[in-house]
């Protein structure tokens, strides 16, 4: 298929010193790190709707995208001819993985049932090209967000007959995810959440949204749906208070309402930088907790306070996400997920590909880097020698459960003299920088 992207042909690695913009400089797919592939650690995944349906617009401009799709006869050429596009670039690519909400691959009808119709016509086309070009699902989702009914929310809406339509919609998407065999399925709370208290009854909101969560846990179990459930936390934007703010968060609702054991963290970056947190820090907790399932792999900008969805682009941040991801044991059956968009000026078909090829480079270079760090141990054998304290004596005790406070009051009398030692943050990020600089 050289269909719409004719000037690009397939991309593949060339080496640190090409001067191609149009190949990898370091993701090497096939090359063998720690036991398994690049292409094997990352799970590369294509994002539709960034990717497929956005133009560029934003809140004081039009669309700004000329992409060879567009000017179909009606909603559904062009939602096939999207389709047909984004296996080509898959493709060239090489990308394995896509995932979608259900509003990205198909247009809504004047029904629901309509709308399920032309989402059943979409999926047979997807299906058949899946096949074709040897594609994966990595996961689906339901867009309860968009659409004016979810003004007040779809979960946590103060209307029943849109909880209703929103479990209707989630269904049906389960359905589909399931038929093309998707590794997962998403839970992004695009619009659970209020704006005041003044008129928001929250209690029966989170307690709605936790059983419009049992209700999906049920159906999959009754469908033969297997694959991973995710929760995206998310601190803000579109609503002032999201009910999903950060990964603490959320485990906090699921282990109120017994949900823990159905469901993992879709982390994204750029909600890691609204919540006022590193991405190192998003994957640490959810690690920590046994509840990192996949990745959103885009960047934020710190200066602005919306979500700006970037390519990846900082070697440092996916390094220690790349870090983080390794000491997890990987994410299969998640992945990377590209949750980003082209800037409003980037706006030929071709920056498509360049965009990718950055984004997939950068975290290619942090997953060397970050292996190489864990191979020899530098921040392990820090982090070790910072809490030995614990390893022996009163720091033993106090682990092993061994003392309380009345034990602990007499150390304290008996023990006069404090020593504590430097944490030396500097020489550890001088230490990453040189692994990163030097290949080391």
Not at 288 to 310: F, H, K, R
């Amino acid at each position: 298929m050289n269909k719409y992207f004719p000037n690009v042909s397939k991309v593949k690695y060339e080496g640190p010193k090409s001067t191609n913009p149009f190949a990898f400089k370091y993701y090497n797919p096939y090359e063998v790190i720690g036991g398994k592939t690049m292409k094997e650690h990352l799970r590369f995944s294509l994002s539709y709707w960034h990717t497929l349906t956005a133009g560029g617009s934003d809140p004081f401009g039009v669309a700004t995208a000329v992409r060879p799709w567009d000017g179909q006869n009606d909603d559904m050429a062009l939602a096939k001819a999207r389709m047909e596009a984004a296996f080509e670039l898959m493709d060239k690519l090489d990308i394995e993985y896509f995932c979608f909400h259900d509003r990205d691959i198909a247009p809504e009808g004047k029904t629901l049932a309509e709308t399920n119709e032309k989402l059943d016509e979409i999926v047979s086309q997807c299906k058949e090209l899946m096949k074709k070009y040897n594609k994966k699902l990595l996961w689906g989702t339901a867009n309860c967000f968009s659409s004016p009914r979810y003004v007040h929310g779809a979960g946590t809406t103060c209307n029943a007959e849109v909880f209703a339509y929103a479990a209707a919609q989630i269904k049906k998407a389960l359905e589909v995810t399931k038929e093309l065999g998707g590794e997962g399925y998403v839970f992004w709370g695009g619009r659970e959440g209020y704006e005041t208290l003044l008129n928001t009854n929250m209690e029966l909101e989170l307690d709605n949204f936790a059983r419009l969560l049992q209700m999906a846990v049920d159906y999959a179990k009754e469908i033969g749906f297997t694959g991973q459930f995710l929760i995206e936390p998310k601190p803000k934007e579109p609503t002032k208070h999201q009910y999903d703010f950060d990964t603490a968060t959320v485990l906090g609702f699921l282990r109120k309402y017994n949900l823990e054991k159905h469901f993992k963290i879709n982390i994204e970056a750029n909600h890691a930088t609204l919540a006022q947190h590193t991405f190192q820090h998003e994957l640490h907790v959810a690690r920590i907790n046994n509840v990192l399932g996949s990745v959103d792999a885009n960047q934020g900008d710190p200066m602005l306070g919306w979500d700006t969805d970037q390519f990846p682009t900082n070697v440092y941040d996916t390094t220690l996400a790349m870090y983080e991801i390794l000491k997890n044991g990987g994410i299969a059956p998640g992945g990377l997920n590209f949750d980003s968009k082209v800037r409003r000026a980037s706006f030929e078909a071709e920056d498509l590909f360049l965009a990718y090829i950055a984004g997939m480079d950068t975290f290619a270079k942090g997953l060397t880097v970050a292996y190489n760090l864990l191979q020899n141990g530098d921040l392990e054998k820090f982090m070790e020698e910072r809490y030995s304290s614990f390893n022996e004596g009163i720091g033993k005790e106090i682990v092993e459960g061994k003392v309380g406070l009345k034990e602990l009051e007499k150390h304290a009398l008996s023990n006069n003299i404090i020593v504590n030692k430097s944490g030396r943050q500097e020489l550890l990020e001088s230490i990453v920088n040189q692994y990163i600089f030097e290949g080391k």
